[in-house]
C-alpha cells in the first residue's frame, strides 16, 4: 500500500528488508567494537611511560582497564578521558625546584604576595614557552 499524498512508502522492497538491513548494521558495529577494543589493548603497552603523566584518577582507570582486559559496556565518561588524555601527545616539562628558588631568590629573600606570584608567573612563563599548555605535564623534580 502506498500513500496517495507523498508516496509512502515509495521503496517498499527496502522497509520490507529492514530486519536484515539492521541485522547487517549491527554486525558491522560488532566487528568495529572489537577491532577497536583490539587495536586499544595493543597500543596500551606502548603507551604505559605515559601513565606518569596522568592524573592519579585517569592511571588508576587506565591500571584497572589493563588489567581487566576488556572495555566496560557501558564505557563512562572518566574512562573516555583517560583514554584521550593517555593517547594525546602529552608534553612533560621539568620543573627543578633549585632553579625556581634560585629565580624568587633573585628578586629578593623576602617577598610580597603579589611580588611572589609575579615571580612564579614569570617563571612558568619562561618555563612553558612554546608548548601547548593544554598538553603540558609538569613534572617536580629536585636535584
Known sequence: M??????????????????TRLAQVQA???????????????ELPGLADRLSLLSPE???LIEELGQRGTLPEPISDELLAA???LTSDL???ELNLEDLADTLLARGSALTVDELREGLEAYLAALLKGYN???VR??????
Open 28 to 42: 558491522r558495529l560488532d566487528d568495529l567494537w572489537r577491532r577497536w577494543q583490539g587495536q586499544l589493548f595493543n
Open 58 to 60: 585517569h592511571r588508576a
Open 91 to 93: 608534553q612533560p616539562v
Open 138 to 143: 609538569i613534572k617536580i623534580v629536585k636535584e
Open 133 to 135: 599548555h593544554d598538553l
Open 83 to 85: 583514554l584521550h588524555e
Open 2 to 19: 502506498v500513500c496517495p499524498y507523498c508516496g509512502f512508502p515509495e521503496h517498499s522492497a527496502e522497509v520490507a528488508n529492514l530486519p
